[in-house]
T-cell receptor, first 117, second 113 residues
């Protein structure tokens, strides 16, 4: 099993450009998440998908959109990149959203390092 | 919503010493508390977790303690080794937050040989 994979690993954009970050998991997990990590700020939730066909906003959704393409794939789109979106982006998955079991381990991908000039 | 505070932000120890990282949370309904280790250039990985019906859990050199009354939990690493150097994150989950974890800001642990 590859676990959670993310593409690309690195990306440099100019202000106003758009791009899509791809994420896929092969563990048959129901829930998937997108986080951003900034120095001293920990992991902040951008969007999540509790199950295929549903998406919800997290703590910092502004400037982003997501698509749960199928059970395996969850993409994050920046429509008009801004320097404030320079960050490391992590995708994660978990067996369920925890609503039934009260919290579950999350499995993280290796991250995408995005710089917006 | 849930608020998780983590201290210290950096911790430097000598190899063989113990390291303790502490977190507090605000939502008394939180019931699942995972700890993640993030090595340089990688994604976080779960190292230990504890649920609210347990006060302590141990896995070899790593232990976690939970005090529900005071709403704080701690990670204890004994006999530290250079490979323990990493950033450690605590998190708390509650029903009010749809069981999505709220993370602390992280502790950078440096173990000097």
């Amino acid at each position: 099993n590859a676990g959670v994979t993310q593409t690309p690993k690195f990306q440099v954009l100019k202000t106003g450009q758009s791009m899509t970050l791809q994420c896929a998991q092969d563990m048959n997990h129901n829930s998937m998440y997108w986080y951003r990590q900034d120095p001293g700020m920990g992991l902040r939730l951008i969007y999540y998908s509790a199950s295929e066909g549903t998406t919800d906003k997290g703590e910092v959704p502004n400037g982003y959109n997501v698509s749960r393409l199928n059970k395996r794939e969850f993409s994050l789109r920046l429509e008009s990149a801004a320097p404030s979106q320079t960050s490391v982006y992590f995708c994660a998955s978990s067996p369920t959203s925890g609503l039934r079991s009260g919290g579950n381990e999350q499995f993280f991908g290796p991250g995408t390092r995005l710089t917006v000039l | 919503g849930e608020n998780v505070e983590q201290h210290p932000s950096t911790l430097s120890v000598q190899e063989g010493d113990s390291a303790v990282i502490k977190c507090t949370y605000s939502d008394s309904a939180s019931n699942y508390f995972p700890w993640y280790k993030q090595e340089l250039g990688k994604g976080p990985q779960l190292i230990i977790d504890i649920r609210s019906n347990v006060g302590e859990k141990k896995d070899q050199r790593i232990a976690v303690t939970l005090n529900k009354t005071a709403k704080h939990f701690s990670l204890h690493i004994t006999e530290t080794q250079p490979e323990d150097s990493a950033v450690y994150f605590c998190a708390a989950t509650s029903k009010g937050g749809s069981y999505i974890p709220t993370f602390g800001r992280g502790t950078s642990l440096i173990v000097h040989p």
